[in-house]
């Protein structure tokens, strides 16, 4: 018996409204001793849950149907309330995913840690909990531990969760995609941590994430799951050499995301995109007799200049000031100072009613394409509505013909028009959003962070959609991104922004190949790469 | 801190002043004194001299904003909007329209107003909390639920017939206590259960299920399930993290009407016949005495704005993640 | 004739704005969705027909007439200066005749003993019987087994006139729109229970009414019943005129504090903490003490009593309305602070709407939940607000009848030995009903247009 955890047939319902939803399918997989399983699957295939369910800590809707989850020849579905207490504080540990939110904002760091040692020996407690911190990586801990939440930053968070997790150095440890809200660096540092200490407790640890990268950094085994079924559980060299199912392999190729080139850029044409100098300072009054103001330097003095049918992007963490340039450049929000050029017309310079008809010529799209459409409006309104106001000349017969011909373009149906947008997911969302710029035939499009929200098969299909359209029509995009991986396969020039400055920029392959700043560097070192067991 | 409440103040004197301009004009722009001396002397067959007479004697006589026969600073002085408005900024509430010291009387009438006000706020909060945790405990089962319907029940039934009731069924059937009445020290306690009681009872409906709307929202939040998997136990979970978060709001929530405790319950007062704000306010609407209601307005809307002061500060006091700026 | 009082025209107003918002909502599939829930569960069913039921009852009493009369001396037909509502034509078996004074439910004698002269000349302390009611009964000698009989004919009556409507309305939704998302055949089950017990119960009533004073008379011999069900029209013009009122002060002033912000958002901040800053009922209570001050100066010309009560209930309405806008103010104006800042109201910035499309379009719609959530909610709250209003003195005119007045009057009758229970029992009960299922309407509504709440309640 080498295996700490068993799960067999694992099914799992949710009821909602009175209807009962299967969630897990036969779930049924093994985790051995001081391994590393990470559980792949887009969002909605039941990985979370199946954590969950492992600890005991499912939402009063859902129902375990069947099935057993064997912990050290226990079978957990089967005990009392309070041995399972007894689990959860000796030998199942848990991280959650958002580090801001899973911790307690009003009890400072010490006392929250200290529940993780409730009913073992008080003496030396403080010793013992400044110890956790340091093995965690938090080096000035004495005065960490008199901290609340909100004093510290996200990577800290986790590291403070991760130490009220190993406190009672427990057997299993369930991280439920423990760095998807933490930047590149620090996601780093979290997982070599996490590595660190699984040697060191001996412990196992199961990995929920979404992506493959991450998981290829850290895990032994891999176990993928789409729509509540596992459909593959392998061990990570075989996995990554060569998946045997379908929809792994697919997951797979969209994770090393390549764009058909765009060869037709005319790097002599004039510049359609010319931002010089752009600053943008957020004032607040510092003191309401005296008229002090402090500044909050978003975008600090920045260059960019892109040709047309070329896509840069801008890399930054969060944070950096990326969205407030694409805001500032839409006109969003107000610049402190700079010009932006677009199609050699400085905009700042243009008078209102002129502005809104050149508006046409650059548009935006936005990061969450479930805020991003207004619930209340039809697809054919939503789609409509920059038409009517900025190419008013157009008569209703032919707005009807632009809209058939988009919502074809994007790849939706014919009667997604007189539908809502609750009833299209999250990629189809962003293909309508697409769809709302196009018709107005922009020559520049400005995306902001269009992917991120969505799963990686999604992803893929959604930036195949964004290069056909690039090489149609010859636009320009501004890509604004915080993924390098992704970035670097689909742009042409780039630039590296950190704290509201530009630290490099340059072509894509100079600077993802040879980066001379010394924050791309440690930028690009941070970025997991599926090349751990290649 | 001192700097910052100094600034709230400074914040309230124009919210003041906005209540100070509504109230004269509602009391002496659309309606002359003419028309209330008429209507307290009773409408028909007034004499234009019995009115000049009853303006005199309450200082109504002088023009409104402007007095051409003073000369220097009383041109501003001797005028009713000075007289009657602005000097209640300096606390001088004046005389009433039956002619008596309205300062000395809500000097004599806001402690019995506490008297009551205090225990039923803090008993009622006692119990709504103990209530709404047990419903929390409980939560999406069968006592959760007749719980919050039983709530619902009870917030449907008007005050007045809880205090109708109260008394008949306490006072009347049982001779526990006396219907109605005061007196001062401590025997005035057996006067004040039943309003007490009854205060509690009336806000047990909404109170109980707008705390339990607190508390749940809490143990929704993903620290709660982080306790959880720490292997507490749900009472603990329950006490140490909900129930602490929950209690910022609800804490503040009080803070904001401890200042208004002064005033008084305008309908339980005047049922019980205790000499308080309360009771004060609502003999000063019915024999249509402006004066008082005129200084009422003005001191509640003191106390109101105290309490939003308090509220900041208690916040900062129980909340570490806000500082005063 | 028709005489349109001033409340009356409000009254249809609203009728009228409810039927285009349900049109309305029909034709949006989005609000129909919202919508279906509450219609789905189960005791929003109820409580929609209960509260339909009471707006029923409030719309014939908003239809008033004056009746054409013989004048013997001219021999002329003139109009006379009694106003009647429907409902009081309806309810004429009720209220026709008055007894002397108080008598208990279902009495045959009047409270308090009378001293009679009998017909030897002796006189005599004696409960009188009842000159109208309560002596006449009608299907049988023994009050008990005539009690039954009526019961069981109203049963009878009511299921022959529950199976009409049913045959013509319910056949139709449950055979021929199979798929029409508000009917599904359990709700369709319950909604027709509570018709029928609301039938059930109107018919019975009825009938016990010709018969008996179910609840009493008052003081001057007045049928309890009659008054507490001629309150109802009351309490709902208060509960909806006042909301009315408040709508476009707190809609537009919220929707342009938050969205335009700047000096604006100071200015209407600074009037709502003001007028937020003043204890409410000082507030109302110094509004309506102006007014009744001005009313009794300047008196109008009236055509009679009823248009007088009429006005002082119509501004009552008003003045509720004009101090309780705050609230809703603030909330909208953070509502749609938040609003500016989500991502469709950028995209359709970057397309160069104005702000007044912007808030036409975007805003208005995505805040209209919040709104119908304070109206409902804000409902029962004034129909309780104005017993403690009447109470004060500060209410309704006395000469309306209001659950308010009907229990000002009890605070009297309550000290009397032995005590009148039942005007105040009577108009306990009937706001406890209308207030209960408000409530619960309410908390349906809230879960069905606010997710974040429902998921607490579920």
């Known amino acids: 018996m080498n295996n700490i955890l068993k799960v067999n047939n694992l099914c799992l319902s949710i009821n909602s409204n009175n209807k009962e939803e299967e969630i897990l399918k036969n779930i049924n997989f093994e985790i051995n001793k001081?391994?590393?399983?990470?559980?792949?699957?887009?969002?909605?295939?039941?990985?979370?849950?199946?954590?969950?369910?492992?600890?005991?800590?499912?939402?009063?809707?859902?129902?375990?149907?069947?099935?057993?989850?064997?912990?050290?020849?226990?079978?957990?579905?089967?005990?009392?309330?309070?041995?399972?207490?007894?689990?959860?504080?000796?030998?199942?540990?848990?991280?959650?995913?958002?580090?801001?939110?899973?911790?307690?904002?009003?009890?400072?760091?010490?006392?929250?840690?200290?529940?993780?040692?409730?009913?073992?020996?008080?003496?030396?407690?403080?010793?013992?909990?400044?110890?956790?911190?340091?093995?965690?990586?938090?080096?000035?801990?004495?005065?960490?531990?008199?901290?609340?939440?909100?004093?510290?930053?996200?990577?800290?968070?986790?590291?403070?969760?991760?130490?009220?997790a190993i406190a009672c150095k427990p057997k299993l440890l369930i991280a439920d995609e423990p760095t998807t809200s933490l930047d590149v660096t620090i996601q780093k540092q979290v997982l070599d941590l996490?590595?660190?200490?699984?040697?060191?407790?001996?412990?196992?640890?199961?990995?929920?994430?979404?992506?493959?990268?991450?998981?290829?950094?850290?895990?032994?085994?891999?176990?993928?799951?789409?729509?509540g079924k596992i459909i593959e559980n392998s061990l990570s060299k075989n996995f990554f050499t060569s998946p045997e199912n379908s929809y792994s392999k697919e997951l797979l190729k969209s994770s090393v995301y390549k764009r058909n080139i765009n060869n037709s850029i005319n790097y002599n044409s004039n510049n359609i995109l010319d931002v010089t100098n752009l600053k943008v300072y957020y004032k607040e009054k510092e003191s309401f007799l005296l008229n002090k103001y402090i500044y909050t330097k978003a975008v600090d003095g920045i260059n960019i200049s892109i040709k047309p049918g070329m896509t840069h992007a801008i890399i930054g963490e969060s944070g950096s000031g990326k969205t407030t340039i694409a805001k500032a450049i839409m006109g969003l929000t107000s610049i402190t100072a700079g010009k932006i050029k677009i199609l050699n017309k400085d905009i700042s310079e243009l008078n209102s009613s002129k502005k809104r008809d050149f508006r046409k010529n650059y548009q935006m799209i936005f990061q969450d394409p479930f805020s991003s459409l207004n619930p209340r409006m039809r697809i054919g309104a939503i789609i409509k509505e920059g038409l009517c106001f900025l190419k008013p000349e157009i008569n209703n017969h032919d707005v009807n013909l632009i809209l058939n011909d988009v919502i074809k373009n994007v790849g939706l149906k014919y009667d997604s028009l007189y539908k809502y947008p609750h009833e299209f997911s999250g990629g189809q969302r962003q293909r309508i959003a697409i769809a709302r710029v196009l018709v107005l035939n922009p020559k520049l499009l400005i995306c902001d962070e269009p992917t991120s929200s969505l799963d990686v098969t999604v992803q893929e299909q959604v930036l195949d959609l964004l290069s056909n359209i690039q090489n149609k029509r010859n636009i320009s995009y501004l890509f604004i991104s915080h993924d390098i991986k992704l970035i670097s396969n689909i742009s042409d020039t780039i630039s590296i922004m950190n704290k509201g400055k530009i630290v490099e920029s340059g072509k894509t392959s100079d600077i993802i190949n040879k980066p001379e700043n010394e924050y791309t560097q440690k930028l690009l070192n941070s970025v997991p790469e599926i090349n751990r067991i290649l | 801190m001192i700097k910052y409440i100094i600034k709230r103040i400074l914040y309230a004197i124009p919210i003041l002043i906005g209540?100070?301009?509504?109230?004269?004009?509602?009391?002496?722009?659309?309606?002359?004194?003419?028309?209330?001396?008429?209507?307290?002397?009773?409408?028909?067959?007034?004499?234009?001299?019995?009115?000049?007479?009853?303006?005199?004697?309450?200082?109504?006589?002088?023009?409104?904003?402007?007095?051409?026969?003073?000369?220097?600073?009383?041109?501003?002085?001797?005028?009713?909007?000075?007289?009657?408005?602005?000097?209640?900024?300096?606390?001088?509430?004046?005389?009433?329209?039956?002619?008596?010291?309205?300062?000395?009387?809500?000097?004599?009438?806001?402690?019995?107003?506490?008297?009551?006000?205090?225990?039923?706020?803090?008993?009622?909060?006692?119990?709504?909390?103990?209530?709404?945790?047990?419903?929390?405990?409980?939560?999406?089962?069968?006592?959760?639920?007749?719980?919050?319907?039983?709530?619902?029940?009870?917030?449907?039934?008007?005050?007045?017939?809880?205090?109708?009731?109260?008394?008949?069924?306490?006072?009347?059937?049982?001779?526990?206590?006396?219907?109605?009445?005061?007196?001062?020290?401590?025997?005035?306690?057996?006067?004040?259960?039943?309003?007490?009681?009854?205060?509690?009872?009336?806000?047990?409906?909404?109170?109980?299920?707008?705390?339990?709307?607190?508390?749940?929202?809490?143990?929704?939040?993903?620290?709660?399930?982080?306790?959880?998997?720490?292997?507490?136990?749900?009472?603990?979970?329950?006490?140490?993290?909900?129930?602490?978060?929950?209690?910022?709001?609800?804490?503040?929530?009080?803070?904001?009407?401890?200042?208004?405790?002064?005033?008084?319950?305008?309908?339980?007062?005047?049922?019980?016949?205790?000499?308080?704000?309360?009771?004060?306010?609502?003999?000063?609407?019915?024999?249509?005495?402006?004066?008082?209601?005129?200084?009422?307005?003005?001191?509640?809307?003191?106390?109101?704005?105290?309490?939003?002061?308090?509220?900041?500060?208690?916040?900062?006091?129980?909340?570490?993640?806000?500082?005063?700026? | 004739m028709f005489v349109y009082l001033l409340t009356d025209i409000f009254f249809y107003l609203i009728i009228i704005s409810l039927l285009i918002y349900i049109l309305y909502v029909r034709r949006t599939p989005d609000m129909l969705r919202t919508w279906s829930y509450v219609f789905k569960n189960k005791t929003g069913i109820i409580s929609i027909v209960v509260l339909s039921f009471f707006m029923l009852i409030?719309?014939?009493?908003?239809?008033?007439?004056?009746?054409?009369?013989?004048?013997?001396?001219?021999?002329?037909?003139?109009?006379?200066?009694?106003?009647?509502?429907?409902?009081?034509?309806?309810?004429?078996?009720?209220?026709?005749?008055?007894?002397?004074?108080?008598?208990?439910?279902?009495?045959?004698?009047?409270?308090?003993?009378?001293?009679?002269?009998?017909?030897?000349?002796?006189?005599?302390?004696?409960?009188?019987?009842?000159?109208?009611?309560?002596?006449?009964?009608?299907?049988?000698?023994?009050?008990?087994?005539?009690?039954?009989?009526?019961?069981?004919?109203?049963?009878?009556?009511?299921?022959?006139?529950?199976?009409?409507?049913?045959?013509?309305?319910?056949?139709?939704?449950?055979?021929?729109?199979?798929?029409?998302?508000?009917?599904?055949?359990?709700?369709?089950?319950?909604?027709?229970?509570?018709?029928?017990?609301?039938?059930?119960?109107?018919?019975?009533?009825?009938?016990?009414?010709?018969?008996?004073?179910?609840?009493?008379?008052?003081?001057?011999?007045?049928?309890?019943?009659?008054?507490?069900?001629?309150?109802?029209?009351?309490?709902?013009?208060?509960?909806?005129?006042?909301?009315?009122?408040?709508?476009?002060?707190?809609?537009?002033?919220?929707?342009?504090?938050?969205?335009?912000?700047?000096?604006?958002?100071?200015?209407?901040?600074?009037?709502?903490?003001?007028?937020?800053?003043?204890?409410?009922?000082?507030?109302?209570?110094?509004?309506?003490?102006?007014?009744?001050?001005?009313?009794?100066?300047?008196?109008?010309?009236?055509?009679?009593?009823?248009?007088?009560?009429?006005?002082?209930?119509?501004?009552?309405?008003?003045?509720?309305?004009?101090?309780?806008?705050?609230?809703?103010?603030?909330l909208l104006r953070g509502e749609s602070m938040k609003l500016r800042e989500v991502e469709f109201v950028q995209a359709s910035q970057t397309f160069g709407l104005n702000k007044f499309s912007i808030i036409i379009r975007h805003i208005i719609p995505n805040i209209m939940h919040i709104v119908i959530i304070t109206v409902v909610l804000d409902f029962s709250a004034l129909v309780l607000a104005e017993a403690v209003l009447s109470y004060v003195n500060i209410g309704v005119d006395p000469t309306t009848y209001s659950w308010g007045n009907m229990i000002n009057d009890a605070r009297l009758e309550m000290s009397r030995e032995p005590v009148v229970w039942w005007s105040l029992f009577s108009a306990f009960l009937f706001m406890f009903i209308l207030v209960l299922f408000a409530n619960l309407f309410a908390d349906v509504v809230r879960d069905a247009f606010d997710p974040r709440a429902s998921k607490k309640y579920e």
């Open chain 1, 34 to 164: 001081s391994e590393v399983v990470s559980l792949i699957g887009e969002s909605g295939s039941g990985k979370s849950l199946t954590a969950l369910s492992i600890i005991r800590l499912l939402e009063k809707s859902c129902c375990i149907k069947k099935g057993e989850i064997i912990f050290t020849n226990k079978n957990i579905l089967k005990i009392q309330e309070k041995e399972m207490r007894e689990i959860r504080k000796n030998d199942i540990s848990m991280i959650f995913q958002e580090p801001m939110r899973s911790l307690n904002p009003i009890m400072n760091i010490y006392s929250q840690i200290k529940e993780s040692f409730v009913n073992k020996i008080n003496k030396n407690l403080t010793e013992k909990i400044l110890n956790l911190l340091v093995s965690v990586g938090i080096h000035d801990a004495e005065r960490v531990i008199n901290l609340y939440p909100h004093q510290l930053s996200g990577g800290m968070k986790q590291r403070i969760m991760i130490a009220m």
């Open chain 1, 194 to 227: 996490l590595l660190e200490l699984k040697e060191k407790l001996n412990m196992s640890i199961l990995f929920i994430t979404h992506d493959l990268a991450v998981a290829s950094q850290i895990s032994d085994r891999i176990i993928v799951m789409k729509d």
């Open chain 2, 19 to 325: 209540v100070n301009i509504l109230t004269f004009t509602l009391f002496f722009v659309v309606n002359s004194p003419d028309e209330i001396a008429r209507l307290h002397l009773g409408n028909k067959r007034v004499t234009q001299e019995q009115i000049i007479s009853w303006n005199e004697e309450r200082g109504y006589n002088n023009p409104l904003f402007y007095n051409n026969s003073e000369i220097g600073l009383k041109v501003f002085k001797k005028t009713i909007f000075y007289e009657k408005s602005f000097k209640l900024f300096l606390f001088d509430f004046g005389l009433s329209d039956s002619g008596r010291d309205i300062k000395y009387d809500i000097k004599q009438r806001m402690w019995p107003s506490l008297a009551i006000a205090l225990p039923s706020l803090f008993v009622g909060l006692f119990i709504n909390i103990t209530f709404a945790l047990f419903f929390v405990f409980f939560r999406f089962t069968y006592v959760d639920y007749f719980g919050v319907i039983l709530c619902v029940a009870l917030m449907s039934v008007s005050s007045l017939f809880y205090i109708i009731g109260g008394q008949y069924l306490i006072s009347k059937l049982l001779h526990l206590v006396p219907i109605s009445g005061y007196t001062q020290g401590l025997d005035a306690i057996k006067f004040l259960i039943l309003p007490t009681i009854i205060s509690v009872i009336y806000s047990i409906g909404s109170g109980t299920r707008w705390y339990r709307s607190l508390f749940l929202e809490e143990i929704e939040k993903d620290y709660v399930k982080t306790a959880r998997s720490k292997g507490l136990s749900e009472v603990t979970v329950l006490f140490h993290h909900v129930f602490r978060n929950a209690l910022i709001p609800i804490l503040t929530g009080v803070v904001v009407i401890l200042p208004l405790l002064f005033l008084g319950s305008l309908i339980v007062e005047s049922f019980f016949g205790i000499p308080g704000l309360g009771s004060y306010t609502i003999d000063a609407i019915q024999s249509q005495d402006f004066a008082i209601v005129r200084a009422m307005v003005f001191l509640g809307s003191i106390l109101y704005i105290f309490g939003l002061i308090l509220t900041d500060i208690s916040y900062t006091l129980v909340d570490p993640r806000v500082s005063l700026k």
């Open chain 3, 58 to 330: 409030a719309f014939f009493d908003s239809i008033h007439v004056k009746k054409k009369i013989l004048n013997n001396d001219t021999n002329q037909f003139i109009y006379s200066n009694d106003i009647q509502s429907l409902l009081d034509i309806i309810l004429l078996p009720t209220y026709e005749n008055f007894e002397k004074s108080y008598s208990s439910p279902f009495s045959s004698k009047l409270y308090s003993k009378e001293t009679i002269k009998l017909k030897d000349g002796s006189e005599k302390r004696i409960y009188p019987g009842l000159a109208y009611k309560g002596n006449h009964n009608k299907y049988s000698k023994n009050i008990s087994a005539n009690l039954v009989i009526t019961a069981i004919l109203s049963l009878v009556k009511s299921f022959i006139i529950f199976l009409f409507f049913y045959l013509i309305i319910f056949y139709r939704t449950l055979y021929e729109r199979k798929n029409n998302i508000f009917y599904n055949f359990k709700n369709n089950n319950i909604l027709c229970i509570t018709f029928y017990i609301l039938l059930f119960i109107f018919l019975l009533l009825y009938d016990l009414s010709t018969q008996y004073y179910v609840l009493g008379t008052d003081k001057v011999g007045v049928d309890v019943l009659y008054k507490s069900i001629k309150s109802i029209r009351t309490g709902i013009l208060i509960g909806t005129l006042t909301t009315i009122v408040m709508l476009p002060f707190a809609i537009f002033l919220g929707i342009f504090a938050g969205f335009i912000g700047g000096i604006v958002d100071d200015i209407i901040q600074y009037i709502y903490t003001t007028l937020n800053s003043i204890p409410s009922v000082l507030l109302i209570a110094s509004a309506i003490l102006i007014l009744q001050v001005h009313m009794a100066n300047n008196p109008l010309n009236f055509e009679n009593i009823y248009e007088r009560a009429d006005l002082r209930l119509f501004f009552l309405c008003m003045i509720l309305g004009l101090t309780s806008w705050t609230g809703l103010c603030r």
